[in-house]
């Protein structure tokens, strides 16, 4: 069978799964379909957190950030998955022991007051909108990529699988469907990344693979060759960095109280029946996050090794095959510039502008001609980033079957972290919007009608943005963080840890440090987009980075606001005391 | 009447010092994720370097490994303690009630 049948075998199958679950999992009451009926095993939320949180991005692209930038990714990693102990010992417990459905829920009975609550669902549906139009967008490249079909088309078939669990079973349908997709995922990004450790280092395992020597004699370990590769290529070193340390200081605290914050990872920590499972659940969340996030900086360094050892100066007629297919579907380009036929790949971007741009035209050795314009740099081969997951296998010439299961993976990926996001938008909506803000008279099933209607309409909405991604989407992954940094983690830790805060520190604290944020990512990704870099930068920090800012703010402001109005009424005190007990 | 207010109030003792222990262990654990997740893979991360750990430069590693499998073993670390702090407490909880009944 070749990669394709594979490819549609696997997620064909994985599929099937998922919309049997959805039959055998459906919500009968607001109690399941918000929290899945409070009963999840901590083991199985610890999974459905892991497929929840990782991402299209995590699946496919992290791996290919960090191959390229070396120690400079390693941002990510740390980010990712530092915040999760933010969580576990900040937020967690305490939220799963207020025992109600949503986040704003918290921040409407914490903060008294039905303006705190519609402020918190603005900032949450924002977050969630930005980060699902990016989770639809990719369900539809992946399709495209793996199953050649039209991305709209794969937006499409996304949108009705999710449809089916999300809208039926709500988080218990999703739940359940979200331990499937953890194990379809880390099987898929496992077994690529064995081989590759065994290719390099006959070491099976490619955490320790990783930081070994060499199979091929010549006495070097692993980074100790990618470090000379890249030196004499023109890079900086693998190991080594260019960014300055407070801005990825910045990065880091940023990434991770926004994982903190955001709504749809939170929420999974009221599906569990105790306090006590709240902590032990967000440790085995981590844990199985951090198999994959362990074996990420492996599969990059492996990569990139892979890369530069497969191409760089190699004839293009003799490059490997994959190169060509890779090619041809336009994440790899080739300019001959200085006409010996050989690929030469060097720091620097290959072309003028970075992507390519194809004519119909081959040029004499059969590659691909392009309209660009070469560059300064001697580098003469454009690769997507993302090409480091998806030709691993082929890279490392891997059986079929496992091309079909890596698109199984991402798909798995994608989907699950768009339900995840679609169920904490219904619930804002018809928990907090209508049950507890406009329409309180409704009943249980009116409720969950309108849960399941404002699911139904936000997978809609999110398929509109997948066909049609606003230009913005790519630039702005740093919004949802910042956002999620700057609006919701402080109020509700704050909300926890001090008594003194009262509604109007906490609106004030939330506005302040959402607009704060905002404003900058917006002034330098769209009002002045030449002006983004370092030189402009408020003290070096990047748009990234801005939400860490955003959150001291929002904290300071609240405390100072706090201080001007009354201390909260006393039915707070004594529901922060409940929170407080074991 | 009375035994029933002293109970209210070893409650709420209980309640006070489970508060107070719990800040103790978040401390002393944030300021070991502190460690882990600035220090060592940020802000010491050249000198760290100088050491190695199997193929690694030890500051490289808490960049792409360390940082991560400590983040793990400070989450379940956090959990053991919490059990074991209300496991201490409800005994003595129970020690109390029973000397209130006799």
Redesign the interface.
């Known amino acids: 069978m070749d990669a394709q049948s594979f490819s549609y075998l696997f997620v064909g199958l994985s599929f099937a799964l998922y919309i049997g679950i959805a039959f055998w999992t459906r919500a009968n009451s607001t109690k399941q379909f918000y929290v899945a009926g409070g009963g999840v095993h901590p083991v199985l939320n610890g999974m459905a957190t892991g497929a929840d949180w990782m991402s299209a991005a995590s699946f496919l692209s992290v791996a290919g950030i ?1 191959a390229f930038s070396g ?1 400079d990714g ?1 941002v990510y ?2 980010g990712w ?2 915040g ?3 969580l ?3 937020l967690a ?1 305490y939220l799963r022991k207020f025992g109600r459905y949503t986040v704003p829920d918290f921040i409407g009975e914490r903060y008294y007051s039905k303006t705190a609550r519609t402020v918190a669902v603005l900032c949450l549906i924002f977050i969630s909108f930005t980060y699902i139009a990016g989770q639809m967008r990719g369900v539809g490249i992946v399709f495209s990529r793996f199953l050649e079909v039209d991305i709209n088309t794969g937006v499409i078939i996304g949108m009705v699988i999710v449809f089916f669990y999300a809208v039926m079973g709500g988080m218990k349908g999703i739940t359940y469907t979200q331990v499937a997709q953890y194990c379809v995922l880390v099987f898929a990004f496992m077994v690529p990344a064995v081989f590759l450790s065994i290719m390099w280092t006959d070491n099976p395992i490619p ?2 693979g ?4 060499l199979n091929d004699g010549s006495g070097l ?4 060759k990618l470090d000379q590769v890249t030196v004499d290529l023109g890079f900086h070193a693998y ?1 080594g ?1 260019i960014r300055s ?1 407070l801005d ?2 910045m990065i ?2 940023t990434l ?1 109280i926004g994982t903190a914050g955001l709504p749809h990872v939170i929420v999974r920590f009221f599906t569990v029946p105790k306090v ?1 499972d709240a ?2 659940s ?2 085995y969340a ?2 199985f996050i ?1 198999v994959i ?2 074996t990420i ?1 492996a599969v990059a360094g492996f990569s990139r090794l892979n890369l530069i050892d497969s191409v760089n100066e190699v004839a293009y007629q003799d490059a490997p095959e994959w190169v060509g297919k890779w090619e041809s579907t336009g994440l790899i380009a080739w300019q001959d510039k200085n006409a010996d036929g050989r690929i030469q790949y060097r720091a620097g971007h290959a072309l003028v502008p970075t992507k390519p741009q194809f004519t119909d035209a081959r040029g004499q050795y059969g590659q691909r001609l392009l309209e660009n314009a070469p560059s300064d740099s001697e580098n003469e081969i454009y690769v997507d980033r993302d090409i480091m997951v998806i030709a691993n296998p082929e890279i490392a010439s891997l059986p079929n079957w496992v091309i079909g299961l890596i698109a199984a993976g991402a798909v798995a990926a994608a989907l699950s972290t768009a339900a995840g996001l679609l169920l904490v938008i219904s619930s804002s909506i018809s928990h907090d919007l209508l049950k507890s803000t406009f329409m309180p008279s409704i009943t249980d099933e009116q409720e969950l009608l309108a849960a399941r209607l404002a699911a139904a309409t936000a997978i809609v909405i999110a398929g509109w943005f997948g066909i049609n991604p606003p230009a913005f989407v790519a630039q702005v992954v740093a919004f949802a963080f910042g956002m999620a940094a700057a609006s919701l983690f402080p109020a509700i830790v704050l909300g926890i840890f001090s008594e003194r805060i009262n509604k109007e520190g906490a609106i004030a604290g939330m506005i302040v440090g959402l607009f704060f944020s905002v404003g900058y990512i917006v002034y330098f990704v769209f009002i002045n987009p030449h002006q983004n870099n370092a030189d402009f930068w408020f003290w070096g920090i990047s748009t990234a980075g801005i939400g860490g800012i955003g959150a001291a703010l929002n904290m300071v402001t609240a405390y100072t606001v706090s201080r001007f109005f009354d201390a909260p009424p006393t039915a707070v005190i004594s529901l922060l ?1 409940h929170i ?3 | 009447m009375h035994e029933s207010t002293s109970s209210k109030k070893n409650k709420q003792a209980i309640a006070d010092r489970y508060w107070y222990e719990n800040k103790k262990i978040l401390l002393s654990l944030l300021s070991l994720w502190f460690i882990v997740a600035i220090v060592c893979p940020v802000l010491s991360v050249d000198y760290l370097d100088q050491f190695s750990l199997g193929g690694f430069g030890l500051g490289f590693w808490f960049n792409q490994q360390g940082a991560i499998l400590f983040f793990v073993a400070i989450i379940f670390i956090y959990h053991g303690l919490m059990q074991r702090l209300e496991a201490r407490l409800s005994v003595e909880k129970t020690a109390d009630d029973s000397q209130a009944e006799s």
């Open positions: 960090v120690r390693s990693l740390i998955t530092g999760y102990v933010l576990a010992l900040l417990p955490q320790l990783f930081g070994s020597q370990t692993v980074l100790q190991t960095s340390t990825t200081l880091i605290v991770m006590s902590r032990l967000a440790g981590l844990l951090a996030y362990t900086p005391k407080r007990r074991p």
